[in-house]
């Protein structure tokens, strides 16, 4: 079946500028999450819904960052007056919640890079 | 702030190896202990985890060795393949979140 799929793959941006990504998670998936990974870092956990529930966002780094899954299923991550060091590849996962937290499935990420 | 310590950065083995990627964790309100692999382009995908109340799991090829008191556990690949060549990280979930915090990664090469 399906994975997660993230559009766009590849976004780059000017310094300012407001960008949106969305992510797609599979099909019945409760729970979705949002991770940003640095080069050659490990990904940095960012902020978590299940279904429509925003259950914890303590991982956005500024309110520049803001995140929604208003019908529960596909999400957007915006990002507000991009800054340099926003450049990352921002990750989305979803996993079917319940008993193993730690099965998610990662969609491919979109690489954004901030000029 | 909860932390998840990884190490070699690094590694190069021959086919066959057995390479083993370790992990050290700060304070003990994790409850499981994932490893994932992730390939240049795509997202991490997960491999094997572990609860910390079992001291080794198994896999196929992939085995978690974990250390309670140590506050430390470790990934070995039995007879490694060019196809393992990836970067693994290990990750820790907190009691009562779904959120993973993950280790900083071992890109492992594995040459024929």
């Known amino acids: 079946g399906a994975g997660v799929s993230q559009s766009p793959r590849y976004k780059v941006a000017k310094r300012g500028q407001d960008v949106a990504l969305r992510c797609d998670p599979i099909?019945?998936?409760?729970?979705l999450f949002w991770y940003q990974q640095a080069l050659g870092q490990g990904p940095e956990f960012l902020t978590y819904?299940?279904?429509?529930?925003?259950?914890?966002k303590s991982g956005l780094p500024s309110d520049r960052f803001f995140a929604e899954r208003p019908e529960g299923s596909v999400s957007t991550l915006k990002i507000q007056r991009t800054q340099q060091e926003d450049s990352a590849v921002y990750l989305c996962?979803?996993?079917?919640?319940?008993?193993?937290?730690?099965?998610?499935?990662f969609g491919p990420g979109t690489r954004l890079t901030v000029t | 702030q909860q932390q998840v310590k990884q190490s070699p950065q690094s590694l190069i083995v021959q086919k066959g190896g057995i390479p083993i990627i370790n992990c050290a964790y700060e304070?003990?309100?994790?409850?499981?202990f994932p490893w994932y692999q992730q390939f240049p382009g795509k997202g991490p995908a997960l491999l094997i985890a572990?609860?910390?109340?079992?001291s080794e799991k198994k896999e196929g090829r992939f085995t978690i060795s974990f250390n309670k008191s140590a506050k430390q556990f470790s990934l070995h690949i039995m007879d490694s393949q060019p196809g393992d060549s990836a970067t693994y990280f290990c990750?820790?979930?907190?009691?009562?979140?779904?959120?993973?915090?993950f280790g900083t990664g071992t890109r492992l090469q594995v040459f024929p």
């Open positions: 304070n003990t309100a994790f409850d499981y």
């Open positions: 990750a820790a979930v907190p009691y009562n979140t779904d959120k993973l915090i």
């Open positions: 819904f299940q279904n429509e529930a925003q259950l914890d």
């Open positions: 572990i609860r910390p109340d079992v």
């Open positions: 099909s019945g998936h409760v729970s």
């Open positions: 996962a979803s996993s079917l919640g319940g008993g193993s937290p730690y099965e998610q499935y």
